[in-house]
């Protein structure tokens, strides 16, 4: 089956550092892979998202590239800012699945002025 | 922008009660969903629904859960004999055509008492 795994938080770091949160994958078919932001009382809301190998997602300064060889998409900011902090999901969807999404489990990240 | 909604926010209900959670998804997306985040665990999908009826629905979705698109902009997730276990926070989301970006609600609380 399909599964996602993303690093345990929460990861508290200080304003301007840099932010790296592990994602690595299992999927049956070619899936597209996303990550997610929930903001303290918010929905879930898309960051960025890359449909195939090498693709890289980019938003809000935030990276992800689709590592097939290693099967994986971790994401980084350079330099995160208080407003970054949020609970942080990676997923992935493969067509042949009718398009679901299967999320990692959510990492906490606390961004401290 | 066009948003999903969920209502109520927050839902209170006994053990054994029924409790119907609200969507209203993007008016122009085909594609509708749930899925639910108990405490500190993965957000899991329940089902998916287009034209009319159910496409897939996983494991969790047994018998006492159902949904319904009564009318041209509302879907519904109706929970028969809610137990305890059943406390969690439910996600709607809607897609324009399966394969594009998911738009997630803010969620509902549920919690069973």
């Known amino acids: 089956g399909n599964s996602v795994t993303q690093m345990e938080g929460p990861v508290t770091l200080s304003e301007e550092a840099f932010l790296t949160i592990n994602c690595t994958y299992t999927?049956?078919?070619?899936?597209?892979l996303f990550w997610y932001v929930q903001y303290p009382g918010e929905g879930l809301q898309l960051l960025l998202k890359?449909?195939?190998?090498?693709d890289k997602g980019s938003n809000k300064g935030f990276e992800a590239t689709y590592r097939k060889e290693t099967t994986s998409f971790h994401l980084e900011k350079g330099s995160v800012q208080v407003s970054d902090s949020a609970v942080y999901f990676c997923?992935?969807?493969?067509?042949?699945?009718?398009?679901?999404?299967?999320f990692g489990g959510g990492t906490r990240v606390l961004v401290k002025p | 922008e066009p948003e999903v909604t969920q209502t109520p926010s927050h839902q209170v209900t006994q053990m054994g009660q029924e409790v119907i959670l609200r969507c209203v998804p993007i008016?122009?997306?085909?594609?509708f969903y749930w899925y639910r985040q108990i405490l500190g665990q993965k957000v899991e999908f329940l089902v998916s629904?287009?034209?009319?009826?159910?496409?897939?629905k996983s494991e969790i979705f047994d018998d006492q859960f159902s949904v319904e698109r009564p009318d041209g902009s509302n879907f519904t997730l109706k929970i028969r004999s809610t137990k305890l276990e059943d406390s969690a926070m439910y996600f709607c989301?809607?897609?324009?055509?399966?394969?594009?970006?998911?738009?997630f609600g803010q969620g509902t609380r549920l919690t069973v008492v």
């Open positions: 989301a809607s897609t324009l055509d399966g394969n594009t970006e998911a738009f």
């Open positions: 999927a049956t078919g070619y899936p597209s």
């Open positions: 890359a449909t195939k190998a090498d």
């Open positions: 997923a992935l969807t493969v067509k042949a699945a009718g398009n679901k999404l299967t």
């Open positions: 008016s122009n997306h085909l594609y």
């Open positions: 629904f287009y034209n009319n009826e159910i496409s897939e």
